[in-house]
């Protein structure tokens, strides 16, 4: 019985002992993708919030050089603001403008329609009171420059 014990060692892993290590092994994956799938729609969501305050910086530096708000529309590589910034922000998950109205002037973010991965949204929901954001309904976040 001892040298069948012997031998039995030396020729390597049961299959049982195999499926365990794969089953083990696809848990953790599992595990791993869903916290990194969150991890991003938390990176986007700062990234969103990042890119208003560096538009809110560059708009306070251009009243200060122009004694005027840059113009209430779309930023895009063609804008007023563009010579204040280091890097137009831009993302594919939504535009960013300026807006003007009756209790201010505004950054505005506002999410694209055909975007299907809405966890970035959730993340914006949580951080606007810590950031500052005013939300509406409708996909669109603001940030006050001005009252």
Do not use: C
């Amino acid at each position: 019985m001892k040298q069948w014990l012997k031998k039995r060692k030396g020729r390597g892993f049961t299959l049982v002992e195999l499926l365990i290590v794969i089953v083990i092994i696809g848990i953790l994956a599992g595990s791993l993708l869903l916290v990194m799938g969150s991890g991003t729609d938390k990176a986007n969501a700062t990234k969103i919030v990042s890119d208003m305050r560096t538009l809110k910086a560059a708009a306070l530096m251009y009243y200060a050089d122009e004694g005027d708000w840059p113009p209430a529309e779309e930023i895009k590589s063609t804008h007023d603001i563009v010579g204040y910034l280091d890097r137009t922000p831009s993302s594919e998950l939504g535009e960013y403008s300026f807006v003007s109205a009756d209790d201010g002037f505004f950054v505005q973010f506002k999410v694209k329609a055909n975007v299907t991965n809405d966890g970035y949204v959730d993340q914006l929901d949580i951080m606007k009171d810590e950031v500052g954001l005013l939300s509406s309904t409708d996909g669109t976040y603001k940030m006050r420059i001005t009252k």
